[in-house]
């Protein structure tokens, strides 16, 4: 498990100090921090209003939320209405103008308007422009079909319809968002989203009645399949006129989620974040020039991100999207002089998206420059530890636990070797990279913002990894990546559970003491969230306010580690750096945490795993070449064995 595992779990820190927003004006304290205060801001996005995106001039919020409300209960009202018996003897009033067949079909198509509308209002809450479109195309042949019916009913729905189309239509410009990034997979999880309402809508309308007897819910439920496909199931109808709704109703289901889950199968895919080779090597270059500033800047080059660069190209933000959330993590990378032209790039593109923007673990600095250019706000999510070579010592009584520690794993035979990874043979490290990941408790490897997510990659020779084995036998390894050229920032701990306890110490007081050896002159240790509201919670003299906050997070220790990864720091007499969580407003922290929970693998959504019997029967039929065939266009990616 990651060192860091904790690094992101975003809760409001009560103290008096921990929130601020900054100001317009460049303070004193920037020039004593660096050159961002003496930076002419460049001219672009960021600070000329007329090349902003579309989101970042509109602010009526009220606006996507209220059309997706009502365009909810409309695509609600449709479906529920072919549920009420009486409807169907005055349905046939327009008889006289169209025949019985076409009556049906209109029934079915307010049916399949209303599943239609209710798919489409999470992006017309989103302000997706496509969303807007086939919303508005959708209502307008709803009010149609609800004026022919000609009953007070549809009527009133009618008036709420034309209500929403109008308001759409003049609110055209707040729904600007282009689409997101999609892949084929996508049409696997409509497919079961569409066949599950099929489902539902179809087992409903047998329960209001009408049957021929008394069918159990197994035949049910195969009617209803059968049905969707076209074929005459076992269910009979005492009507005639209910029985050619029900067979025209779930053909036409069957064949809306057969013709949408094609469509969204062939269209063409736009790939997931992968950072590519050609920005992994410039990101590289930055990183030799200005890596010093950040001890996460090298985790920026995690796989699994994107990166969008400054006009100059000189500073760039490397992110992922995780529900509706642009997450990013520490500081821009590059000259502090570019910072603010990546920041307006990076909020634009989340403007066109309509992303929320969100920065986790940035440093106070980068706090700074967010909130000066995105008109952001701060608040403080913990504190890195970092240890300085020079000064550490296990000497002293403040070190009595960890001296203690150390001794009792070195009298057990453990040895500890600390080595560059470019230095370790192939094979050594690749059988390393095994024995590891027996130790893991399951499948998901936490991190996103403090953890590179693989070990032993080409490209990550410099990186520090540290073992220990008994007789022979590996125990435990800690992974260190570059802080700049003469620090480490720690990425991964694993050990045996088996081994002898306080491992972990030993081998990171190993790694200080070898770190001369190396060049290396400050270590970058765990991230401990929220330290100051523990520390000065359990002090004599602290106020109910902060005494009620320690205990809900020694509450929330339980699952997220908040107070052992503390202890675990503190026992180094570590140097304590605040972190900060960057975000548009205080009623998206919510969304934005869970966002950051989902990033980090605390919050894992269930997923449907494929057994080696499935997928050797899907080698037969050919679907790992037609899979590699529909991925030619992503761009190349690192291998992880991490």
Same mark, same amino acid.
Not at 54 to 72: F, T
Not at 223 to 237: A, C, I, R, T, Y
């Given at each position: 498990?990651?060192?860091?595992?904790?690094?992101?779990?975003?809760?409001?820190?009560?103290?008096?100090?921990?929130?601020?927003?900054?100001?317009?004006?460049?303070?004193?304290?920037?020039?004593?921090?660096?050159?961002?205060?003496?930076?002419?801001?460049?001219?672009?996005?960021?600070?000329?209003?007329?090349?902003?995106?579309?989101?970042?001039?509109?602010?009526?919020?009220?606006?996507?939320?209220?059309?997706?409300?009502?365009?909810?209960?409309?695509?609600?009202?449709?479906?529920?209405?072919?549920?009420?018996?009486?409807?169907?003897?005055?349905?046939?009033?327009?008889?006289?103008?169209?025949?019985?067949?076409?009556?049906?079909?209109?029934?079915?198509?307010?049916?399949?308007?209303?599943?239609?509308?209710?798919?489409?209002?999470?992006?017309?809450?989103?302000?997706?422009?496509?969303?807007?479109?086939?919303?508005?195309?959708?209502?307008?042949?709803?009010?149609?079909?609800?004026?022919?019916?000609?009953?007070?009913?549809?009527?009133?729905?009618?008036?709420?319809?034309?209500?929403?189309?109008?308001?759409?239509?003049?609110?055209?410009?707040?729904?600007?968002?282009?689409?997101?990034?999609?892949?084929?997979?996508?049409?696997?999880?409509?497919?079961?989203?569409?066949?599950?309402?099929?489902?539902?809508?179809?087992?409903?309308?047998?329960?209001?009645?009408?049957?021929?007897?008394?069918?159990?819910?197994?035949?049910?439920?195969?009617?209803?399949?059968?049905?969707?496909?076209?074929?005459?199931?076992?269910?009979?109808?005492?009507?005639?006129?209910?029985?050619?709704?029900?067979?025209?109703?779930?053909?036409?289901?069957?064949?809306?989620?057969?013709?949408?889950?094609?469509?969204?199968?062939?269209?063409?895919?736009?790939?997931?974040?992968?950072?590519?080779?050609?920005?992994?090597?410039?990101?590289?270059?930055?990183?030799?020039?200005?890596?010093?500033?950040?001890?996460?800047?090298?985790?920026?080059?995690?796989?699994?991100?994107?990166?969008?660069?400054?006009?100059?190209?000189?500073?760039?933000?490397?992110?992922?999207?995780?529900?509706?959330?642009?997450?990013?993590?520490?500081?821009?990378?590059?000259?502090?002089?570019?910072?603010?032209?990546?920041?307006?790039?990076?909020?634009?593109?989340?403007?066109?998206?309509?992303?929320?923007?969100?920065?986790?673990?940035?440093?106070?600095?980068?706090?700074?420059?967010?909130?000066?250019?995105?008109?952001?706000?701060?608040?403080?999510?913990?504190?890195?530890?970092?240890?300085?070579?020079?000064?550490?010592?296990?000497?002293?009584?403040?070190?009595?636990?960890?001296?203690?520690?150390?001794?009792?794993?070195?009298?057990?035979?453990?040895?500890?070797?600390?080595?560059?990874?470019?230095?370790?043979?192939?094979?050594?490290?690749?059988?390393?990279?095994?024995?590891?990941?027996?130790? !893991?408790? &399951?499948?998901?490897?936490?991190? %996103?913002?403090? @953890? /590179?997510? +693989?070990?032993?990659?080409? *490209?990550?020779?410099?990186?520090?990894?540290?073992?220990?084995?008994?007789?022979?036998?590996?125990?435990?390894?800690?992974?260190?990546?570059?802080?700049?050229?003469?620090?480490?920032?720690?990425?991964?701990?694993?050990?045996?559970?088996?081994?002898?306890?306080?491992?972990?110490?030993?081998?990171?007081?190993?790694?200080?003491?070898?770190?001369?050896?190396?060049?290396?002159? !400050?270590? &970058?240790?765990?991230?401990?969230? %929220?330290?100051? @509201? /523990?520390? +000065?919670?359990?002090?004599? *003299?602290?106020?109910?306010?902060?005494?009620?906050?320690?205990?809900?997070?020694?509450?929330?220790?339980?699952?997220?580690?908040?107070?052992?990864?503390?202890?675990?720091?503190?026992?180094?007499?570590?140097?304590?750096?605040?972190?900060?969580?960057?975000?548009?407003?205080?009623?998206?922290?919510?969304?934005?945490?869970?966002?950051?929970?989902?990033?980090?693998?605390?919050?894992?959504?269930?997923?449907?795993?494929?057994?080696?019997?499935?997928?050797?029967?899907?080698?037969?039929?050919?679907?790992?070449?037609?899979?590699?065939?529909?991925?030619?266009?992503?761009?190349?990616?690192?291998?992880?064995?991490?």
């Amino acid at each position: 498990m990651s060192g860091r595992v904790a690094s992101t779990l975003l809760l409001r820190d009560p103290g008096p100090d921990k929130r601020f927003e900054m100001s317009e004006s460049k303070s004193a304290d920037h020039a004593r921090r660096g050159a961002v205060a003496s930076a002419t801001p460049a001219v672009g996005p960021a600070n000329d209003p007329a090349g902003q995106a579309p989101g970042r001039r509109s602010r009526r919020n009220w606006v996507p939320s209220v059309a997706a409300l009502v365009c909810v209960l409309i695509g609600l009202s449709n479906i529920v209405a072919i549920f009420q018996p009486q409807w169907h003897a005055k349905m046939h009033n327009i008889n006289v103008f169209v025949p019985g067949t076409l009556t049906n079909a209109a029934r079915s198509a307010e049916v399949i308007i209303g599943l239609m509308l209710l798919m489409l209002s999470h992006g017309l809450r989103r302000r997706k422009r496509r969303a807007w479109q086939a919303v508005v195309a959708l209502l307008a042949f709803n009010i149609v079909t609800h004026l022919l019916h000609r009953h007070p009913e549809h009527s009133y729905s009618a008036m709420v319809a034309v209500g929403l189309l109008a308001a759409l239509l003049y609110f055209h410009d707040d729904f600007y968002a282009v689409g997101d990034p999609r892949t084929r997979w996508n049409a696997l999880w409509v497919f079961g989203g569409l066949v599950a309402a099929d489902l539902a809508i179809g087992l409903t309308y047998l329960a209001t009645g009408g049957l021929a007897g008394d069918y159990s819910p197994f035949e049910r439920v195969a009617d209803v399949v059968v049905e969707s496909v076209g074929v005459s199931g076992p269910v009979l109808f005492t009507s005639d006129v209910r029985a050619d709704t029900y067979h025209l109703m779930t053909s036409a289901l069957g064949l809306f989620t057969l013709i949408v889950t094609v469509y969204l199968f062939l269209r063409p895919a736009q790939p997931r974040a992968r950072l590519g080779q050609a920005d992994a090597a410039r990101i590289r270059e930055l990183l030799a020039k200005y890596g010093d500033r950040d001890s996460l800047g090298y985790f920026a080059l995690r796989n699994d991100k994107r990166v969008i660069w400054s006009p100059t190209g000189k500073a760039c933000v490397c992110y992922r999207v995780v529900s509706g959330v642009m997450l990013a993590a520490g500081d821009p990378i590059g000259d502090p002089e570019a910072w603010p032209g990546v920041i307006g790039e990076f909020l634009n593109e989340a403007a066109r998206h309509a992303w929320r923007p969100a920065v986790m673990g940035c440093s106070e600095l980068g706090a700074e420059v967010w909130c000066r250019e995105g008109g952001l706000t701060a608040l403080e999510l913990g504190d890195e530890a970092i240890v300085n070579v020079a000064d550490f010592s296990l000497s002293g009584r403040a070190m009595r636990n960890v001296r203690q520690m150390v001794a009792r794993v070195a009298r057990h035979g453990y040895v500890a070797q600390v080595r560059r990874v470019g230095d370790i043979p192939r094979a050594e490290l690749a059988e390393v990279v095994t024995v590891a990941d027996t130790w !893991r408790g &399951s499948h998901t490897e936490r991190g %996103f913002s403090m @953890a /590179l997510g +693989r070990l032993g990659v080409p *490209g990550d020779e410099d990186c520090v990894l540290v073992t220990a084995t008994e007789n022979d036998v590996l125990r435990a390894v800690l992974h260190f990546v570059p802080w700049g050229s003469d620090g480490l920032s720690l990425d991964l701990m694993r050990r045996d559970r088996s081994a002898q306890p306080g491992l972990n110490d030993f081998l990171i007081v190993e790694a200080i003491k070898a770190a001369s050896s190396l060049g290396i002159k !400050r270590i &970058s240790l765990n991230f401990a969230m %929220f330290r100051a @509201a /523990l520390e +000065r919670g359990e002090r004599i *003299g602290a106020g109910p306010v902060l005494r009620a906050w320690r205990s809900l997070l020694l509450f929330m220790s339980k699952w997220f580690q908040i107070e052992s990864l503390y202890k675990f720091n503190a026992k180094f007499s570590p140097t304590w750096e605040p972190r900060f969580v960057v975000f548009p407003s205080s009623k998206d922290a919510p969304r934005i945490a869970l966002a950051a929970l989902e990033a980090e693998a605390f919050l894992v959504w269930p997923r449907l795993e494929i057994s080696r019997y499935a997928r050797r029967f899907a080698r037969k039929l050919g679907l790992g070449r037609l899979r590699r065939r529909m991925l030619r266009r992503e761009p190349p990616r690192y291998a992880s064995q991490g």
